[in-house]
């Protein structure tokens, strides 16, 4: 075998060790970068489309739950309107003030109206029929509506107007309209009007409330929506309560214009015809943008007011076709292609109108954060190519270089070594108390010193956690001692405060029953001075004891003040209210006491009523308390609503 000087063999080995591994691994990693880049790309893209896809479905059917939402509110109001004008039709209604009467009058073409409206609604009576006293009366009557018309429109943003119009062509309507007698003329049938007979016994045999299709209104509302509802009396159709609502203002309420993703927002109706988009999208969709107008005859004539005003369309037959079939599928998501651009398109139904809300977004859009990270890793590899390129012809004249220099220093100490070997005495152990390596030795003193602060911060954590304890049993007790009576353990005042505001707000939500019960010990006073005060508390813990047995336990019970007492039964009517209260007042009248000692109360009772605060139902239950004592004490008292007053013995 040929002999190889030590020097050549170590750099041509070094030469080979350092170069074609290098080559290999490099160009394998660059390899990988482009191909996890693109991989990466297309994954992100799916995760941009999908995600888009679960949030802007999100968005759509919030947007068309909310708008559901609105118009269920107005149909509830409609039928609170029908309720009130029915309620009228049945009750004989009390005559107006003259100088209300006076503000009515006949207009020079012959119909009679209300010449000063403000600050209340307008009223307009057809000259069609005769215009006797009854049909005065009516008009006189329906000023009651007033109050609920105004709260209907002035308290819902989307609300623009809120009307009465009867068989007869009589109209009460808010807010007012200027001139009515020369707005609808001296001879108009409201029963020829879609808003009045689309709610009538052919149209509408339910009698329910029920939605017009949207449309354009000559009295410049814009684009709106009726909700009606038709009022009958004696099996007679009396006329349509009305509630127009502005579909411009109920987009702006419930239509998000800044969506995610550069999107719009389209609403259509179930015919697919638009009602509101992104205005900076109609030429991308090729819809005319239809304005307000101007139509004084339109009320003179009986026709359908969409044979007068259309809603926007779409110029493209194969655009009305795409969404026609979107609002078909009702949610499902699509791809909608116009001069080279895809749009993802997504809706959501809303229930009451069958109406589309519709999110639209470019693609694009939804890539470009993926394709401008790809485009600046592409770049950056190429640019990683480039410069390894000429890192190589430095990387090997350095490395031919420093091999030679290498090969000499190893090859010398090796030879000296190889001449030295011979005087090294074997069998001796070598022992080293440290490495030696300043890195290793200051790893070793870091990882000791972090142990010691680990050991640290676990007893501190410990301690924190039992001090938080502690503050949290701390904070339930005080809780527990504000809300106790500390001499009965009964509900305290102010516990019984925050109860009574809690069943309020429920019953008045859910028109539920409520009452409440104030008691106060009879003549104790007399107990106190007679028997001295300790023998009052016991009286008073007594009274609590029994009053916790003997109600339900639904009820609460609590120490209103001093000998005072009071309970607040939700869910129970005022007839099983005024028995309990008059069996406790039995079961404390029966009770033995030291000494001999009788002990009585006084009761009264409060049922909860529309519009009631904390401080008028106990108002009305602390009078009829009152009434019990000055009847005799040892009653039951009820505070009538018509303030009248009844006892129980």
């Known amino acids: 075998m040929t002999s190889v000087n030590l020097r050549d063999l170590i750099k041509r080995s070094y030469l080979k060790s350092v170069l074609i591994p290098l080559l290999i691994v490099e160009s394998a990693l660059l390899g990988m970068y482009f191909t996890v880049t693109y991989l990466i790309t297309q994954q992100n893209m799916d995760l ?9 479905q999100i968005i759509t059917r919030q947007q068309a739950t909310n708008l559901d939402l609105h118009l269920r509110e107005i149909e509830r109001n409609a039928f609170l309107l029908q309720s009130q004008i029915t309620d009228l039709f049945a009750e004989n209604a009390p005559a107006l003030a003259e100088p209300v009467k006076q503000q009515y009058r006949l207009h020079t073409n012959g119909s009679f109206y209300k010449a000063a409206p403000m600050p209340g609604g307008a009223l307009y009576l057809s000259a069609r029929y005769e215009i006797n006293s009854q049909r005065k009366q009516k008009a006189y009557w329906s000023e009651r509506l007033d109050p609920l ?55 509408n045999p339910e009698r329910l409330p029920t939605w017009t299709e949207s449309y354009f209104d000559p009295l410049g509302m814009g684009w709106i929506l009726t909700a009606m509802a038709p009022v009958y009396y004696q099996d007679m159709l009396q006329g349509v309560a009305g509630i127009d609502l502005s579909i411009a203002r109920l987009a702006e309420q419930i239509l998000d214009p800044e969506l995610p993703w550069q999107a719009s927002s389209l609403l259509l109706n179930s015919q697919g015809d638009i009602l509101a988009m992104d205005p900076h999208i109609n030429q991308t969709l090729g819809v005319d943008i239809v304005h307000g ?114 090969s000499v220093k190893i090859a010398q100490p090796i030879q000296t070594l190889s001449r030295l070997t011979s005087n090294v005495e074997t069998g001796r152990e070598v022992r080293f108390e440290t490495s030696g390596i300043e890195e290793i030795d200051q790893l070793q003193d870091n990882f000791r010193e972090m142990s010691i602060q680990l050991d640290k911060r676990r007893q501190s ?14 904070a339930n007790l005080m809780k527990q001692l504000s809300e106790t009576d500390s001499l009965t353990k009964l509900y305290n005042r102010r516990k019984l405060d925050d109860i009574l505001v809690s069943e309020i707000g429920r019953a008045g939500r859910y028109e539920t029953p409520l009452c ?11 107990i106190n001075d007679k028997f001295g005060h300790l023998k009052g508390d016991k009286v008073i813990c007594k009274v609590a004891e029994l009053l916790k047995q003997r109600t339900r336990q639904t009820d609460h019970v609590g120490r209103w ?25 039995t079961t404390l009248e ?15 009772v409060a049922h909860f009523q529309a519009g009631d605060s904390v401080d008028t139902l106990v108002s009305r239950a602390d009078k009829a308390l ?24």
């Not at 009152?626 to 013995?649: F, M, P, T």
Request: some cysteine; charged content about 20%; glycine content about 6%.
């Open 626 to 649: 009152y009434q019990s004592k000055q009847a005799g004490r040892n009653q039951v008292s009820l505070a009538e609503e018509d303030g009248s007053k009844e006892q129980h013995n």
């Open 149 to 203: 018309l105004i709260g209907i429109t002035d308290i819902n943003p989307v609300v623009v107007q809120s009307y009465f119009n009867s068989w007869d062509s009589m109209v009460r309507l808010y807010p007012p309209i200027p001139n009515l007698p020369e707005v609808f003329g001296a001879r108009v049938d409201i029963r020829q009007q879609p808003f009045y007979y689309l709610a009538d016994e052919i149209h």
């Open 293 to 406: 107008q101007e139509y004084p005859d339109l009320l003179t004539q009986p026709l359908e007011r969409k044979d007068y005003f259309e809603v926007q369309s779409f110029r493209d037959e194969s655009l009305k076709q795409f969404f026609g079939k979107v609002v078909a599928r009702e949610g499902a998501d699509a791809i909608l292609t116009l001069s080279g651009t895809q749009y993802l398109v997504l809706s959501a139904r809303v229930e009451q109108t069958g109406w589309q809300v519709i999110a639209l977004v470019d693609q694009a859009n939804l890539y470009q954060p993926a394709l401008q990270t790809k485009k600046m890793t592409t770049s950056l590899g190429l640019l990683a190519v480039a410069g390894l390129l000429i890192f190589y012809v430095l990387f090997i004249y350095v490395a031919q270089r420093r091999s030679r220099r290498l």
């Open 48 to 56: 941009a489309l999908s995600q888009a896809k679960e949030n802007l």
């Open 461 to 474: 954590l410990v301690e924190s956690q039992l001090q938080s304890r502690v503050q949290q049993e701390r």
């Open 561 to 585: 003040g001093g000998e005072e007492f009071l309970l607040i039964c939700p869910g129970i009517m005022l007839e099983k209210a005024l028995q309990l209260a008059e069996k406790l007042r």
């Open 590 to 604: 029966q009770q033995t006491y030291e000494e001999g000692l009788i002990v009585t109360a006084s009761f009264g």
């Open 516 to 526: 409440v019960i104030i008691l106060d010990i009879d003549h104790f006073k007399h």
